[in-house]
């Protein structure tokens, strides 16, 4: 399992090969791959706590920690790196006001113990079920309802300081045109560094925490408290999480030539493993991550080897409370700049999803699906049952499954379902 085999001279990667996930370069080229990998993941793990009010640290542990969890479940046959998931940020955010940081991470951990069990299930059946279940135009409407969900929250942090926003906002788009490779990649990144440089001039950053901090030491700890009343929030956490993690697998399938497809229920129960394992400790929860895709496309490296070296590299920054204190330095007015893109985002790949399965827009069963789903997500349609609160990403994902299911149906039983005129 820890046996990679050299590929070719150790140092180069020829024209129309790539070093697939049981190959390796020499350990100083593995070395330098990994740390792009760190660099690449980093942007977008450390916003998740930051917007949830999770610890920083706390959450790269549990981030390096997973991913070396999840390369062992896998047996070292799949490439990725697992950073904080954003689809969970609208349930956190409703959770922890509700009840605190204790309650959303039972939900977070909940969340975790479902995902895995789905794995076990798709490793024993397989996955056709889950197209079965949520259609592209199903799975789409979720996904972007979720990332619509949190624009309210992105617009309160912009409002806090507009021009320190506005710099972000503009850094990030400029970086994402300007350059190519892995700064292009990490345009987030550098948009917030720019961003974060402009909101200490204009003295919006307090570094007292930061003095104050030690350089070394365990982050903080977190644990759960559960609350029944939270999960149908997170439930449909859980079916993003299902599309992320296929269309992970399905990408590194077409990319290496290897058919992982038999994988997919060991990279599910991974997720969910350190999903659950990270929200027992009070980090933030994980997922497969497209970042480091982009990564291994630009390098043709698909080298498990240096997963390794970034989750490694990942839980020895953790090791610095000083560097959570800076991250949580982080003012409200950067944040509300890049998450302007970032919420956006989400909501396009829903979008990219209708695309990809070419939905047909012309059926009224599709338009119904994807019209009520997102306005209920986007106006965030809540229901009070008993203790029991369902928000609008839940409401939304249950209006998204029944009205398609129903129309389908009816339509075949009544011969309705043909395109619109």
Request: with cysteine.
């Amino acid at each position: 399992m820890f046996r990679w085999t050299l590929h070719g001279n150790g140092r180069t990667v020829e024209p129309g090969r790539v070093v697939a996930p049981d190959e390796r370069l020499n350990w100083f080229a593995t070395i330098g791959i990994g740390a792009q990998h760190v660099i690449a993941m980093f942007g977008a793990t450390f916003l998740v706590p930051l917007l949830t009010g999770f610890p920083p640290s706390t959450t790269l542990l549990f981030s390096g920690l997973g991913t070396l969890l999840f390369l062992l479940i896998t047996r070292n046959r799949v490439p990725s790196y697992l950073g904080s998931s954003f689809a969970f940020i609208a349930p956190i955010t409703a959770a922890k006001a509700d009840g605190g940081i204790g309650v959303a991470l039972g939900g977070v951990l909940m969340t975790g113990v479902i995902l895995a069990l789905v794995g076990l299930l798709v490793q024993k059946v397989g996955t056709r079920w889950i197209g079965l279940l949520m259609p592209p135009v199903v799975m789409g409407s979720i996904v972007a309802l979720i990332g619509f969900n949190l624009a309210p929250t992105a617009y309160e942090n912009f409002q806090k300081s507009t021009v320190t926003a506005v710099v972000t906002l503009a850094a990030v788009v400029l970086c994402t045109s300007m350059f190519r490779g892995l700064l292009g990649r990490i345009s987030v990144l550098i948009g917030v560094a720019i961003g974060y440089a402009v909101a200490v001039v204009r003295g919006e950053v307090d570094f007292t925490m930061v003095n104050e901090a030690p350089l070394l030491g365990l982050p903080p700890f977190h644990f759960p408290e559960f609350h029944p009343s939270v999960l149908p929030m997170f439930l449909p956490v859980v079916l993003v999480l299902l599309a992320e993690n296929v269309g992970h697998v399905r990408s590194l399938s077409l990319m290496t030539g290897k058919p992982l497809d038999r994988m997919m229920g060991r990279t599910l129960f991974s997720d969910g493993l350190a999903t659950t394992l990270s929200a027992t400790f009070g980090g933030s929860p994980t997922t497969t991550y497209g970042e480091n895709i982009g990564v291994m496309s630009a390098t043709r490296v698909y080298s498990t080897a240096a997963y390794w070296v970034a989750g490694i590299t990942a839980i020895l920054l953790a090791m610095s409370p000083k560097v959570g204190a800076l991250i949580f330095t982080i003012p409200p007015g950067v944040l509300g700049g890049v998450t302007f893109i970032l919420y956006g985002l989400i909501g396009i790949v829903g979008v990219r999803m209708w695309v990809d399965g070419v939905v047909d827009f012309s059926r009224p069963k599709n338009q119904f699906t994807a019209g009520v789903a997102l306005v209920v997500g986007i106006a965030n349609v809540t229901w009070q049952f008993g203790d029991i609160t369902f928000n609008g990403i839940a409401l939304g994902s249950l209006a998204a499954l029944v009205i398609y299911h129903v129309m389908n149906s009816l339509g075949r039983v009544f011969g309705t379902d043909e395109p619109a005129h």
